[in-house]
Every structure is written in C-alpha cells, then in structure tokens.
C-alpha cells in the first residue's frame, strides 16, 4: 500500500497542494512573489533536484514528483485559464483600439527582437537555420507572468498586451515556419501554413459570432439554477470548448481561451466568471511553474553557471534595449518604454514550445535545446524582478521629468501661495476647498505618476521630494502664506514640520496627525495645528448617528464642537503646551483671497 501511494498521484499531490499552502503566504510574508517560489520548489522537488535521489531515501517520494509529466495537463490548463482572463480584461471595442499597437509595435517587438538575437547567435558561431529558430524563440516573452504584472489598462500595460497577444497569435505560423525548415520538411509547408492560417480565420470568426449569441443563454440558464458549482462547471467547458476547437485546427489552445474570454466580456456575466475562475486560474498557473522548475537540472547549472549567465543576461539587455527603442520609435513616453522593455525582457514559457519545434525539425541538436531551456527556465524566474527594475526606472525617469518642470515653474509661480505638501487623497481635499474660497494655493508630491495623474485632471501639483533642504529654500523664494502637511507617515511629518519652522517661524503650518499622540508630537515640533484624522473622522461618525437618530441638528454641531475642543486641549495638555501656538497671530484664515478669482498657476496638461 505505501508503495502504491508512493507511485502513484497522490504524492505529487501532496507536493502541488502543500507547495501552494506554504510558499504563497511564505513569499507574501517578504513581499516577493510567489512566482519564483513556485518555479525554486519545481527546481528542488523536480526528478533533477531531489527526485534524483529517492533510490538512496525512498522516504523522499512523499516531498517530490515522481512522474514530471503526470502534471503536465494540469499546468497547461492552468496556462488556458490564464488566457481566458486576458480575455475576460478585453473587449471587441477595446481591441480594436489596441489593432494599431498589436500589428505595430507587437510585430515590430517580435521581428526586431528575433533579429538582433539571430544575428548575435550567428555571429557567434550558430547556423543560419539555428539562429532563426532560437531568434524566434527566445523573442517570445511571458504571457502567463507579465500579464499579472500590469494594469492592462495604463499605458505601460496597454503595450505589454499588445505585444503579448501579437505573440500568442504568431506561435503557430513560428511552429509551421520551422518545420517548413526543417531539411526533412516535404514540399508543402507553405501552403500548409496558408491553409492553417485560413481555417483559423474562419473558425475563429465562427466562435465569436456563435457565442454571442449562444454563451449568454448558456449562462442566463447556470445563473438561474443560484448554483456556484454548476456555474463554474459552465465556464470551464465553455473554455476546454473553445481551447479544444482551436487545438483540433492547428492552433495553440491557448488562442481559443482568449476568444471564448473575449465573447464573454461582452456579457452580463462577466464579474461572476471572472471571480468564480480566480481560485483554479491561480492554482494551475503554480503548477505551471512547478514544470518551468523541473526542466532546470541544478547541476548542469553549477557546471556551466558563467556560460549561462552571460546568455541570459545577453538576452536580457538585448530584449530590453530593442523594445524600449521602438516604442520610443512608435512614440511612447520614455518612462512607458523604459518599464515595459524591461518587463518584456525575460523569455517566455512558449520559447520552450518553439525550442522543441526547432529541434523535432533537426534545426539545433538536443544540447543546445538543453542549454536554452534552462536559460528560459531561469529567465522567468527573474521576470518579477525585472519587472520592479522596470518600475523603478520608470518612476525615475518620470521623476527626472518632473523635477525639471518643477524647477521651471517654481520660477513663475505666484508669491504668496499655500503650499500643499503631499498630494495623495487627503491633498486634493484640501486643493477643492482653498479653490473653492479662492486661495491660490501650489502642491508638492514625490510620487511622480500620481503627480503626472493629478496635473492632467488640472491641479496645481509639482514634482518634489519635501525632505530636501534645497527645495525648503526654494519654497522660501516664493514667500508661501501657509503650509498643510497631508502625509501619511509620521516620521516624516514630524521632521518636516520641525524644517518648515526653523525657515518660517511666523507662519501658519497645519499638518495630518495619525492620532491624538501624534498631534501631540507635532505640536512640540512646532505646528500651528495638528488634525488627528482617527478622531475627525469618530466625531463625524457620532454626529451622522446623532441626526438619523432624530436629534437636532444644532445640538448635535454645539455638543461635536464642544468635544473637539476638549480633544483639542487634551492633546495639547499631553504636549505640555498651556496654549495654541499663535505664532505672530497670524494663522491660515487670515489670508486674504484675490480680488477676483484664484490666481493660480495653469498646469501642463
């Protein structure tokens, strides 16, 4: 009986289920995704990690997999479902407002990363057939790992997408293309790749017109029965369906998960599909990379780890340099090209599709397969890291940006402004109430995509890192009225409202306090007044309660107000203060509006 546990799925069960239970709140625990602790379990658990020693410690069945490929439909359902939620983010309307960047910049994408990798590999000594494949195949980046990545909806996303899909399109006619190659290929690869390629057309336009017109009956008749497990049931035969359908074609099953996304996006159900799927998408892309593991033999890594991490970092740049470049060509903000050339970095998990293709077609030998199997196993790996560099850049070059319109309108901006430091939710607050009574008011933010955000919907917000000195003399140069401090990080309120009053010991500086200590603490730092955010928001909480209680509403204001001031003098009790600072009695009400309407500067839209 322990044998046939041994042998047979349950272990490898055990392995997938219980990696899924420890490595997701283990990698959440540190802040790293869970992606590369999938893909180093499948290393270390996978028949070249310790699977290879369970002959000397038979007790190792129950900690690895035993049968590699006995998970493999697992994986690449879990690969389908995927798909299937790209599709559910798209719609007709959206793809064909995405048509110019998928058949622009993913050709582009494409052919140019193939190119500059084949002609590398050739140059280095690879045959011209060899470096055609492996330059098409390493081309290929990661859907199943970039899409969870991004916001398909901004404009780094919205790239990644397009790039991505024209990938997922392309496999097909790559796979008939290298087999047309091959020296043992008949006459007729050509016209079997047209003929293919025709059929799909046909078979895919028959999908999408029969499910929408099919597919909401379907569903209207689940959601009647209030079944989850029926409803479920639906959609994943609507997705084998479809996935199935496409593979009996010629095409990746892949393609048929994304038009049966696709149709249902347009449908009443798609937040229920989306959300019910969640659960098993999640665990069938683990598995997934469970496999990407196992493919990598540790040894082979040990031995030759200097050739590969040249190659790997070769692809790397190279793939990241050529997509920044023609975005940048197609007209893409630096930032934009910057994040998403290093998101698109990494190989992908359809290279090891093209790698086998190539080498069922005699176009490169088993070793060099091998060798990039284990780059692209590797590769994807690192892709969540590539991916923070590619933010980071990002914020870095938009900030480089900001910076310098910061300084340039800091130079014409008006004297006498309230400067609002922080401008995250609490700073447009206060940005629609002084615009509200007229005060011209200038905001100062660090986060240069919200800063980016907020200038296109017309406020008057700058780049700037208000824990520098020089840009406390800047603000200085242009004599503010006021200062209001709206971060959400008490060390650094408490630091800058010690700055600020050391420069200007006669204005008034009113800051967001966490709590009643805090405002406690920014009082002995010198404010003018200190906003406990817990406690504004209970007394808000106790005179909506009052009046839907039935008790006037003037009582209730008088009674909010008498307790506000006795909160008030607690805290500065607690901040041994025997009054409200009045620092040359002049505080922010004080400030005259303009004659007319606000002044306040234009920002660069």
Not at 1 to 24: H, K, N, P, Q, Y
């Amino acid at each position: 009986m322990e044998g046939e546990f041994r042998t047979s799925g349950f272990s490898d069960a055990l392995v997938i289920l219980g990696t899924a239970g420890i490595v997701i709140p283990a990698f959440a625990r540190f802040r790293v995704s869970p992606i590369i602790g999938f893909i180093l379990i499948g290393m270390l658990a996978g028949p070249a990690g310790l699977g290879a020693l369970t002959g000397q410690h038979p007790w190792l069945h129950y900690v690895t997999i035993s049968n590699a490929h006995a998970i493999d439909p697992f994986a690449e359902l879990g690969i389908v479902l995927l798909l299937f939620s790209v599709g559910l983010e798209l719609s007709f309307r959206r793809l064909w407002s995405m048509r110019r960047l998928v058949f622009g910049a993913g050709a582009a994408e494409l052919i140019g990363c193939a190119l500059f990798i084949g002609v590398g590999l050739y140059w280095v000594g690879q045959s011209l057939s060899g470096s055609v494949a492996l330059g098409l195949a390493l081309a290929l980046s990661s859907t199943a790992l970039v899409i969870p990545l991004v916001n398909t909806h901004d404009a780094v996303g919205r790239s990644a997408l397009a790039m991505l899909l024209f990938e997922d399109v392309a496999l097909v006619p790559i796979v008939f293309a290298l087999g047309a190659m091959g020296p043992n290929a008949g006459g007729g690869g050509l016209s079997a790749l047209l003929g293919t390629l025709a059929i799909g057309l046909v078979t895919a336009a028959a999908m999408l017109m029969l499910g929408r017109f099919l597919l909401p009956m379907l569903f209207a008749q689940a959601a009647r029965t209030k079944n989850p497990e029926l409803f479920l049931a639906v959609c994943l035969l609507v997705v084998i369906i479809a996935s199935m359908v496409t593979q009996a074609i010629g095409f990746s099953p892949v393609l048929g998960a994304l038009i049966a996304g696709i149709v249902i996006a347009e449908t009443e159900y798609r937040g229920e599909v989306e959300v019910i799927t969640a659960p098993i998408r999640g665990l069938g892309l683990g598995i997934f990379l469970i496999t990407v593991g196992m493919s990598v033999d540790i040894r082979l890594v040990i031995a030759d780890w200097q050739t590969l991490l040249a190659a790997l970092v070769a692809i790397l740049a190279l793939k990241a340099l050529v997509t920044a470049l023609l975005l940048r060509l197609g007209g893409a903000a630096p930032a934009v090209a910057a994040e998403a050339g290093l998101l698109m970095a990494s190989p992908s998990e359809t290279t090891l599709i093209v790698l086998a293709s190539a080498t069922a077609a005699m176009l490169i030998g088993r070793d060099t397969a091998a060798f990039w199997q284990i780059v692209t196993a590797v590769g994807l790996t690192v892709t969540p890291f590539l991916a923070k560099l590619g933010r980071a850049a990002g914020s870095r070059i938009r900030g480089r940006t900001a910076s310098q319109q910061m300084h340039a309108s800091l130079e014409t901006a008006d004297l006498g402004q309230v400067m609002i430091l922080g401008f995250g939710r609490a700073g447009r607050m206060v940005a629609d109430m002084l615009e509200a009574h007229r005060k011209d008011y200038l905001a100062l933010d660090s986060d240069a995509d919200a800063v980016t955000a907020a200038r296109k919907e017309g406020y008057d917000v700058l780049f700037g890192d208000v824990g520098r000195p020089e840009l406390i003399e800047r603000m200085r140069e242009r004599e503010p009225a006021a200062f209001i401090l709206t971060m959400d990080n008490p060390v650094l309120v408490n630091r800058l409202a010690k700055q600020l009053r050391n420069v200007f010991p006669d204005l008034p500086i009113v800051a967001r306090a966490r709590d009643a200590a805090h405002a406690a603490e920014l009082y002995k730092a010198g404010v003018t007044d200190a906003v406990p955010e817990t406690l504004e928001a209970s007394l808000q909480l106790s005179e909506a309660a009052l009046v839907d209680l039935g008790v006037a509403m003037g009582p209730v204001i008088a009674s909010i107000h008498e307790k506000r001031d006795e909160l008030r003098a607690q805290i500065k009790a607690e901040a041994q203060l025997d009054e409200a600072p009045r620092l040359g009695g002049r505080r922010l009400r004080d400030v005259q509006p303009s004659e007319a309407a606000s002044n306040r500067s234009r920002p660069a839209v």
